[in-house]
């Protein structure tokens, strides 16, 4: 494999927002015991550079599992400013939540924190969006403090990267970056980021303490957007 020269891994970490493409995307969600659905996926640059991504996950009508966050890159570095969770799926708790983050300091008065905490803490969009960023800059292995949408709390997360990986779609057959990602007291992540689609993860799977696994998969090219 070529190395890149000293200069342009040196360039290559002044990464901002427009160094990314906006996408609408489809992917079909796999759960080990009720089946097949569909989640919508929105990743957008908006005009101040800020970046708003979300996603909608509808098991069924009447159900939905949402979040709304909004994003900023300042260098190889993603920030988490504001994001909104909600998920009306009977048994999810905690149902609906809203996390503030400004400089330092990490809010929510759903989930009862109010934390000080000198490492930056992402939610978990912003965390697929420090992953790619990090791909994208051959950074391999790291740590992030993500906020679980299942339990609710900040964790520490230990990313590796295990190697490249060929992924079959329904619409082709991608070289992917494979990504493990683990937490105490947690299942094993496993993502796959591919590179020729602007480093958009389009396979990931969670293999949970039971022993089940859950997954997630790109269902269609995604749709990307015009500056």
């Known amino acids: ?14 990464i901002s927002a427009e160094d ?27 005009p101040d550079d800020k970046i708003s991504s979300s996603f909608v996950l509808r098991p069924l009508i009447v159900f939905k599992y949402s979040q709304n966050s909004s994003l900023s ?49 992402l939610d978990q969009l912003g965390s697929d969006l420090q992953m790619r960023v990090n791909a994208k800059n051959d950074i391999k292995n790291f740590k992030l403090l993500v906020i679980d949408n299942d339990e609710g709390d900040v964790v520490e997360r230990s990313y590796k990267t295990l190697g490249t990986e060929i992924v079959q779609t329904d619409f082709g057959s991608f070289e992917c970056i494979k990504i493990s990602a683990t937490a105490l ?14 480093f958009i993860i389009i ?15 790109l ?3 995604p749709k990307f957007l015009a500056k």
């Open 1 to 14: 494999m070529m190395k890149k020269p000293f200069f342009l891994k040196i360039i290559s970490f002044f």
């Open 20 to 46: 990314f493409k906006s996408w609408k995307a489809e992917f079909t969600f796999s759960h080990h015991e009720f089946g097949n659905f569909n989640m919508e996926r929105d990743f957008i640059i908006e």
């Open 73 to 121: 890159i300042d260098g190889g570095s993603v920030s988490s400013i504001l994001t909104e969770v909600k998920n009306n799926v009977p048994g999810a708790d905690p149902s609906y939540f809203k996390v503030q983050f400004e400089n330092n300091l990490t809010t929510s008065k759903e989930l009862n924190f109010r934390i000080e905490e000198n490492r930056p803490i």
């Open 185 to 198: 007291d947690a299942g094993k992540i496993i993502y796959f980021i591919s590179p020729e689609l602007d």
């Open 203 to 217: 396979k990931s799977f969670v293999e949970l303490r039971s022993g089940e696994v859950n997954s997630l998969i």
């Open 219 to 221: 269902k269609d090219m």
